[in-house]
């Protein structure tokens, strides 16, 4: 029903800043609860981000608090993670995902996934 792919990964320094964008297409995209999520080698998947079907309220972890921004384009079928400061504890796969269901931000329950793209945070 919605295809999710997530791109602007890449490799910054310690400090910088990267934006990730996740392009969805299949059906409305407004109709869809996004929430992002990140993984690095030998960790379990953390979840860190959630944005509700208008963009009117937003999740973060603590650990990206302050320095992550979740935001979203309805008319481009399109949802953003800026991520300033970047530490090299950043360093991950991140994915983002969506729902139907209209449950609390704090919930990281999805149903729809996209494929990752990779950032990695030299010192």
């Known amino acids: 029903q919605v295809q999710l792919v997530e791109s602007g990964g890449g490799l910054v320094q310690a400090g910088g800043s990267l934006r990730l964008s996740c392009a969805a297409s299949?059906?409305?995209?407004?109709?869809?609860?996004m929430g992002w999520f990140r993984q690095a080698p030998g960790k379990e998947r953390e979840f860190i981000a959630a944005i509700s079907k208008s963009g009117s309220s937003t999740y973060l972890a603590d650990s990206v608090k302050g320095r992550f921004t979740v935001s979203r384009d309805n008319a481009r079928n399109t949802g953003y993670l800026q991520m300033n400061s970047l530490k090299p504890e950043d360093t991950a796969n991140y994915y983002c995902?969506?729902?139907?269901?209209?449950?609390?931000?704090?919930?990281?329950?999805?149903?729809?996934w996209g494929q990752g793209t990779q950032v990695t945070v030299s010192s």
């Open positions: 995902a969506a729902r139907i269901a209209t449950l609390s931000l704090r919930t990281p329950l999805y149903d729809y």
């Open positions: 299949g059906r409305t995209f407004g109709n869809y609860v």
